[in-house]
């Protein structure tokens, strides 16, 4: 099946600082999303972006689906923005099922 | 509803149990999805559901899982005869032709 592989696994910022995620996969998707899962465990959509480069504030996401990957950047980091970011991917005609990386476990301290 | 809303919020049970676990999805969502997630890791696919039927049941783990969708809305995930192993936070989606995913704050299950 599908691999997706998210890095790094654990990043601690700086109040303030900026930090790029980087998410892999090994096949053609049609859907991929970035989420955020704060410290109460509860999951957030920050962007669906199967290809090209979105921005929401702070942050923004880009994919090269040719190239199989897509990234996720965080400017200007605050405390809020600590917990687990994971990318999802779908394949085509599997109906919107996501797969999952394993995350990427951010901490900004103050 | 204005979110997806999942029931109980904990629920801890003995082992050998029967639990249920309602999703109450996103109104006019037709996609609906069970996810489970164990401490530290990553989420988990279960099964999907478009409308009430099932075309996608691949990750349940054992035939001791099961889950059905009514009146294209609300979804219950049953696990029989719970064991340890099962514990773990169950996490619900809902999603309109596939775009943008939205879950619930999960059910937090701990067999005991």
């Known amino acids: 099946g599908i691999q997706v592989e998210q890095s790094p696994p654990d990043l601690i910022l700086q109040e303030g600082a900026n930090s790029t995620l980087r998410c892999n996969f090994s096949?053609?998707?049609?859907?991929l999303q970035w989420f955020h899962q704060n410290p109460w465990g509860q999951l957030i959509n920050l962007f669906y972006?199967?290809?090209g480069t979105k921005q929401n504030g702070r942050l923004s996401a880009t994919t090269v689906a040719t190239e199989r990957y897509s990234l996720l950047y965080i400017s200007s980091s605050q405390t809020t923005d600590s917990g687990v970011y994971f990318c999802?991917?779908?394949?085509?005609?599997?109906?919107?099922?996501?797969?999952f990386g394993q995350g990427t476990e951010l901490s900004v301290k103050p | 509803g204005a979110g997806v809303s999942q029931s109980p919020s904990n629920k801890v049970t003995e082992k050998g149990k029967d639990v249920e676990l309602r999703c109450d999805p996103i109104?006019?969502?037709?996609?609906l999805y069970w996810y489970r997630q164990s401490l530290g890791q990553g989420l988990e696919f279960l099964i999907y559901?478009?409308?009430?039927?099932?075309?996608?049941k691949s990750g349940l783990p054992s035939d001791r899982f099961s889950a059905e969708r009514t009146g294209g809305s609300v979804s219950t995930l049953t696990i029989q005869r719970t064991q340890q192993e099962d514990s773990a936070v169950y996490l619900c989606?809902?999603?309109?032709?596939?775009?943008?995913?939205?879950f619930g704050s999960g059910t937090r299950l701990t067999v005991v």
């Open positions: 989606a809902s999603s309109h032709d596939s775009y943008g995913y939205t």
């Open positions: 096949d053609s998707v049609n859907n």
């Open positions: 972006i199967p290809s």
């Open positions: 999802a991917v779908s394949l085509y005609n599997q109906g919107g099922k996501l797969i």
């Open positions: 109104s006019g969502h037709t996609a």
């Open positions: 559901f478009q409308g009430n039927s099932a075309p996608d």
